[in-house]
């Protein structure tokens, strides 16, 4: 990052752990220039109240202090390991109805005998098929914006996915970080005998372990490609992505939008290198297919790590956000996108929702994307129609007007770059443009 910050050095080998598995190096940053000493810090947390896990990469540690390092992660991982839970679910699931409950303050499925440790914390009873088979509706969404942001896709954006999948023609699924898409496969595959796609979940979410077999869920920290249940679990994934009889995979995955790219980028590659390790033939230097669904403004950062990806139109929305909801009950359109490395003209995306093709571009674009003759594309990515500024020599908003004093266009009232707060319509400093005398 260019600016004043932090930059991130990546995974070393000898890299200390902290329980959300191997640290990150970093280094902070001045004007681009990296300064100071470099440090671990939690891969998965970017705040330090949920791991404050911290070192010096050239800090010496003592033997006492690794040993109470190691206590800590053990003593902060959960409290049954996940061939536990898979045991604990097939008792729960032969309760009768009046006795299968679910701890709220937990998250926890409780057996009869655990009742007792738990009689002053509020609990569902009743647990249902039904509810069992949509843990993350029975699950309350961990909103910690940095790590986990369980904002879940909507109904109508999940079913799209499903459906464009299926269409598409992939019978497998690695679902990382996308508990709703993975539980809306394993649904569809249980009531309907057509329904031959399979998906597995990767996910930080170790609750998920309650509801599905070590085949269907692996504990997995996409920040640093890491597997919680060691090689068995990374031997699961290797096992689902090696095609049987040619099914062909799609990796779909929706990380936290406050997370690294780089990081994620760095372990998407490692699972996509993992999938082409899997195919005896080769995959003729192709890349496993994917879909990262991520916000439009991240788009130049994502094409620095996936050339081979474009940003489709489509606009993914969220249930539990205020802002990512489609139609009028959100405050604005979602900025959130399908990046992918699919060929754009297959990816059809529902007219009825507004989409057209543009014949030009060979892709569907937002209705409101209109195709500029001077760029040759449609430029939009918000959804609204943009207009094409000369002096740019590009297409931006159509709230932004060209500013001689940044030579760019920008918002009406930004802060100029060349006088630290000159005003848009004079660019004199000290005033803004409402004040400008130069308007009276």
């Known amino acids: 990052s260019g600016t004043d910050g932090l930059a991130l050095l990546g995974l070393t080998p000898s890299a200390p752990s902290c329980p959300h598995g191997p640290a990150l190096l970093f280094v902070k940053t001045s004007q681009g220039k990296e300064e100071g000493r470099r440090f671990y810090a939690c891969s998965a947390c970017r705040d330090r109240k949920d791991c404050n896990f911290f070192q010096w990469e050239d800090e010496k540690v003592s033997e006492t202090r690794l040993a109470a390092r190691e206590e800590y992660n053990r003593s902060h991982q959960p409290h049954f390991t996940h061939r536990q839970n898979v045991e604990r679910y097939k008792n729960f699931v032969q309760l009768s109805l009046p006795k299968r409950r679910f701890c709220q303050e937990c998250q926890q499925l409780l057996l009869p005998a655990e009742w007792e440790k738990h009689l002053d914390h509020q609990f569902l009873c009743d647990i249902s098929t039904a509810q069992l088979k949509c843990p993350s509706q029975l699950l309350y969404p961990l909103e910690n914006k940095k790590t986990n942001a369980q904002y879940l896709f909507a109904g109508r954006s999940c079913q799209f996915l499903v459906d464009l999948i299926t269409d598409l023609g992939f019978q497998r699924v690695l679902s990382v970080g996308t508990p709703r898409l993975h539980e809306m496969i394993q649904l569809k595959a249980s009531q309907e005998e057509d329904f031959r796609v399979r998906s597995l979940l990767l996910d930080i979410d170790f609750r998920y372990s309650q509801f599905y077999t070590e085949d269907e869920f692996c504990h997995y920290n996409m920040f640093n490609h890491y ?23 799609i990796m779909v995955t929706d990380p936290p939008f406050g997370g690294l790219v780089e990081a994620l980028a760095s372990s998407f590659k490692k699972l ?13 230097n192709q890349e496993m297919p994917m879909f990262w669904i991520f916000p439009y403004f991240f788009e130049s950062r994502i094409l620095e790590f996936f050339p081979s990806f474009t940003m489709m139109d489509y606009q993914v929305d969220y249930d539990n956000h205020a802002l990512y909801k489609h139609g009028k009950t959100g405050r604005r359109q979602s900025p959130v996108r399908i990046f992918t490395n699919l ?17 030009v571009c060979q892709r569907y674009v937002s209705s409101g994307n209109q195709h500029c003759e001077i760029c040759d594309s449609c430029t939009s990515k918000d959804g609204r129609q943009w207009k094409h500024c000369v002096l740019c020599n590009k297409c931006v908003k159509p709230s932004w007007f060209h500013c001689n004093n940044c030579n760019c266009c920008a918002l009406p009232d930004h802060t100029c770059e060349r006088t630290e707060a000159g005003c848009f319509v004079c660019g004199k400093a000290g005033h803004k443009r409402v004040t400008c005398p130069s308007l009276s």
Not at 232 to 249: I, P, Y
Not at 272 to 284: L, R, V
Not at 343 to 359: D, H, K, N, Q, W
């Open 272 to 284: 996509m290198a993992m999938w082409e390790e899997t195919e005896k033939e080769g995959h003729n």
């Open 343 to 359: 060929t754009p003209s297959m990816i059809v995306l529902p007219v009825e929702e507004g989409y057209r093709f543009c014949a």
């Open 227 to 249: 597997f919680f249940g060691g090689e068995a679990a990374c031997e699961t994934c290797r096992k689902f992505l090696s095609q049987d009889s040619g099914e062909r995979v």
